[in-house]
């Protein structure tokens, strides 16, 4: 049975830093591309970043660019999400999803397989 298990969100203060991890168990880590994508109430599940099998080549999104860093670590099943001069707007549900394509970090969430439950980012102003 595949889990992805998000964990590290909370509240932080604005220009403050978070880093989440999702810990995979039940597929072959490394055979995935990992990607980020968030959803605040009312609002369309938005895609955040996305890294490659191997690490060597990530996408992010356009709010996120310059803010956020995708990585992983493959020995230990687990992708990250630093997060950094984060902002009111960046409150949200975050959630890892996992893609069995190969190919280049794809930034379309119908393109992922697997998904954990979520963790809470809330940023106070």
């Known amino acids: 049975q595949v889990q992805l298990v998000e964990s590290g969100g909370g509240l932080v203060q604005a220009g403050g830093s978070l880093r989440l991890s999702c810990v995979a168990s039940?597929?072959?880590?490394?055979?995935?591309?990992m990607g980020w994508f968030r959803q605040a109430p009312g609002k369309e599940r938005e895609f955040v970043a996305a890294?490659?099998?191997?690490?060597?080549?990530?996408s992010y999104g356009d709010s996120v660019k310059g803010r956020f860093t995708i990585s992983r670590d493959n020995a230990k099943i687990t992708a990250y999400l630093q997060m950094n001069s984060l902002k009111p707007e960046d409150t949200a549900v975050y959630h890892c999803?996992?893609?069995?394509?190969?190919?280049?970090?794809?930034?379309?969430?119908?393109?992922?397989?697997?998904w954990g439950q979520g963790t809470q980012v809330t940023v106070s102003s």
């Open positions: 999803a996992a893609d069995l394509r190969g190919g280049p970090p794809g930034v379309g969430a119908a393109l992922y397989d697997y």
């Open positions: 039940g597929l072959t880590f490394s055979r995935y591309v």
């Open positions: 890294i490659s099998r191997t690490g060597s080549s990530a």
